[in-house]
């Protein structure tokens, strides 16, 4: 059994690996969005001698990028080419289907490799804790965005959005405009897009007519860039609702825009959407609501759907706070309600703990110092020696793709600092099995593993039915469709 293991892993895709040291720094990334990718590409070229592997929970690589980013953002996808080419590179090899915690655990990847870098992200979602948060129509904008992205765990999400013309999202970031233009762009601009197609099919069928945007704070604090704003203002047919006097903006806050250009060109193009005429009505307007300084604070339930959400009870707030960047949303006592039949909730992401992981509940990250993993909290002295974390497990759900790139520079640092100490690898310790032991693994627990050659027929799969319809894909959005062009 060990034998063919060793066999498979030195002949795995074709490859041969008798150009490597015979034992190099063997290194394993866990996850693979753009912070694995990232993390994967530079150990490649900061230690010549790494052997990185990637593993992934999922039968498609590249996260976020594939899942995550809207479809009619096709210019963002294209690092999926730079990830590709560090996935064919010699010393790289991806494993799909591979889930850290289940399939194997921590502590069998720490035995088999010298490096394990922990960049899986944040798939689940922040609670607001409030009454009727378990109302149906009540969703998370991250499974909104994996259902019309063809996430295979998206794809019986199955959003009701005949029953109402009124969905609230909670949230004024990137992902809530991105759901806010989905929901109210022309299907006609989405259908050449690699949008899943039963989400289309969905959306085409929409009675959604009216979107509210809802933001605890105000225009100075709203956490979307200039670009995405812009974008979702310019839906064509589409009538922006902005209070004039949410756009005052207190002294702390001007000062704060002087210094902050991004904020500053997000609170112009809001004035300007503000005061700029409202165009001429058409029969299919729809209508976009920007609400500021509004929090909720509870769920109404429908009086005619038993269990089902009839509205948003919102209590107004100030801001107020010490000073820039500190401002946070006070409750008044004052309450309004907005009457929806569809809430989206876009208030942030969380990132799960696995066993054997040191994790801050609180802050929902693993606790660390420069990527390197602390065993105590209270001691930056402490670490877990060769664990180390990227991406938003590190530093929570925040930035942009290229984020990470500065993200993963900074943890593979701490990994080079860490081999030039003799911290990660020692003469005198048993040799680390690194890939030939984790295939190994894998076969004995029948493990049906999709490597990149397995992904590429995926894509090339998507690409071929998405050509047939004028789309650049057509995702496969299913387990058992992944799988199965996987393997074909």
């Known amino acids: ?143 909104f965005v994996w259902w019309y992205n063809g996430h295979p765990d998206g794809r019986n999400l199955d959003p009701d959005l005949k029953s109402t013309d009124t969905a609230v999202i909670l949230g004024q970031g990137n992902v809530a405009l991105d759901v806010a233009r989905i929901l109210l762009r022309p299907t006609t601009e989405l259908a050449t ?23 605890r704070r105000g225009p100075a604090q709203a956490a979307c860039t200039a670009k995405e704003l812009r974008e979702v203002l310019g839906i064509r047919n589409l009538d922006i609702s902005i209070q004039e006097c949410d756009l005052l903006l207190n002294p702390t806050e001007e000062e704060e825009l002087k210094s902050n250009r991004i904020k500053r060109r997000v609170c112009e193009l809001l004035s300007k959407a503000a005061t700029s005429r409202p165009k001429p009505a058409s029969l299919n307007q729809r209508e976009l609501h920007f ?57 942030g992401y969380k990132s799960v703990p696995v066993d054997g992981l040191p994790f801050d509940h609180k802050k929902g990250i693993v606790p660390n110092v420069r990527g390197r993993v602390l065993s105590d909290t209270s001691d930056p002295t402490v670490i877990e020696e060769g664990l180390y974390v990227c991406g938003w497990l590190k530093r929570g759900p925040t930035g942009i793709i290229a984020t990470n790139l500065y993200c993963a520079e900074e943890t593979v640092s701490s990994i080079s600092e860490d081999l030039e100490k003799g911290a990660l690898i020692s003469s005198s310790a048993l040799p680390k099995l690194g890939r030939e032991g984790l295939l190994q693994l894998l076969h004995e627990r029948n493990v049906k593993i999709v490597s990149f050659n397995d992904w590429e027929r995926i894509d090339s799969e998507e690409r071929r039915h998405g050509s047939s319809r004028n789309k650049p894909r057509e995702k496969l959005a299913t387990w058992d469709e992944l799988h199965k062009a996987a393997s074909e």
């Open 193 to 215: 897009t690699d949008i899943a197609s039963h989400a289309l099919a969905t959306l085409e069928e929409s009675s959604i007519r009216m979107v509210y945007l809802v933001g």
């Open 291 to 347: 609400v500021f300084f509004r929090k909720p604070d509870s769920f109404q339930e429908s009086k005619d759907r038993t269990g089902h959400v009839s509205g948003v009870h919102l209590e107004k707030t100030v801001v107020k706070g010490a000073g820039p960047g500190k401002q946070i949303a006070i409750g008044t006592g004052e309450f309004e309600d907005i009457k929806c039949g569809m809430v989206l909730k876009s208030i």
């Open 1 to 143: 059994m060990q034998k063919f293991a060793i066999f498979r892993a030195r002949t795995w895709l074709g490859r041969s690996f008798s150009s490597i040291s015979s034992n190099p720094l063997r290194v394993c990334v866990v996850g693979s969005g753009p912070a694995g990718f990232y993390t994967a590409e530079k150990m490649l070229k900061a230690q010549q001698q790494a052997q990185v592997d990637i593993i992934d929970r999922l039968p498609t690589p590249f996260g976020l990028v594939r899942s995550g980013v809207a479809p009619d953002h096709p210019e963002t996808k294209i690092v999926i080419n730079q990830f590709s080419r560090v996935a064919q590179h010699e010393r790289c090899s991806f494993f799909g289907n591979v889930t850290l915690g289940s399939t194997i655990s921590l502590s069998e990847l720490r035995n088999l490799y010298h490096v394990v870098v922990l960049a899986y992200g944040a798939e689940s979602d922040r609670s607001l804790g409030i009454p009727g948060e378990n109302l149906k129509g009540i969703q998370s904008a991250r499974e």
